[in-house]
């Protein structure tokens, strides 16, 4: 089992300016995907370096990016070019700070008790956020279950059983409707993590979790 952070990049201090490593970004895309890459890559501080139309319905954009900008990005970039984008990159020296990336505006659902997730929690949790787990599956206190709606982080509850009463309503029995979780790879993770936040990687599963397992060490 490992434990990771969110990754971090080495800058230099010269002359009292902090600079940071570059990148040259290559890709080659069908046309119809240009405006979906050139949006993505914008508030990742890309600067388009070249342009080169093939004549064939493929162009091929170059860039020059901090590194730190594609942290995540290659998964989101085979979703935007539906699998039929290339994409390579090389380090490409340094140069100054570029100023910050957007990173996730949304806090964490995090599991303020151990236990099994339970269908019925899940679908008092939808309304909040995202959830990144199906019911039946373990939890312990401090894990991150979802993307909370809200910029805040939020402690909450999904083991919680439902009550077994004697009266069976009309609606009581009906089937509960769940949102299929969002499965995140690797890449995306890491990506998705903050600075008070970890990932647990097992052979079998990816888990995310606070630094602070405790919901009173956190606040």
Same mark, same amino acid.
């Given at each position: ?12 201090? #010269?002359?009292?300016? +902090? ?14 995907? *240009? ?5 993505? !890559? &914008? ?14 319905? =493929?162009?091929?954009?170059?860039? /020059? *990016?901090?590194?730190?900008? !594609?942290? &995540?990005?290659?998964?989101?970039? !085979? +979703?935007?070019?539906? @699998?039929?984008? !290339? ?5 490409? @020296? ?10 996730? $505006? ?7 008790? &151990?236990?099994? +997730? +339970?269908?019925? $929690? ?18 312990? #206190?401090?894990? *991150?279950? @979802?993307?909370? $709606? =809200? ?16 009266? /069976? ?5 009906? $089937? ?29 599963? *990816? ?9 009173? =060490? =956190?606040?």
């Amino acid at each position: 089992e490992l434990e990771v952070g969110k990754p971090q990049i080495i800058t230099r201090q #010269e002359e009292g300016q +902090t600079l940071e490593p570059m990148e040259h970004l290559v890709v080659d895309i069908p046309e119809e995907f *240009i405006g979906a890459v050139t949006q993505k !890559l &914008g508030p990742r501080k890309a600067q388009m370096v070249k342009m080169v139309n093939h004549g064939t319905g =493929r162009v091929r954009l170059e860039y /020059r *990016i901090p590194s730190r900008g !594609l942290i &995540g990005y290659r998964s989101e970039f !085979l +979703t935007d070019t539906r @699998g039929t984008g !290339l994409l390579n990159h090389l380090f490409d @020296g340094y140069a100054e700070w570029q100023g910050d990336i957007p990173h996730r $505006a949304n806090g964490a659902l995090v599991a303020d008790r &151990g236990g099994k +997730t +339970t269908s019925y $929690a899940i679908d008092h949790l939808q309304p909040r956020g995202v959830l990144f787990l199906g019911p039946g599956e373990g939890v312990y #206190e401090g894990q *991150i279950v @979802g993307e909370h $709606a =809200r910029d805040n982080d939020l402690d909450v509850n999904i083991t919680k059983e439902k009550k077994l009463t004697n009266v /069976r309503s009309s609606t009581s029995d009906e $089937a509960v409707r769940l949102t299929p979780p969002r499965i995140m790879n690797l890449e995306q993770a890491l990506e998705w993590i903050r600075e008070d936040e970890l990932l647990e990687i097992t052979p079998k599963s *990816i888990r995310l979790r606070k630094k602070a397992l405790g919901g009173r =060490r =956190r606040f």
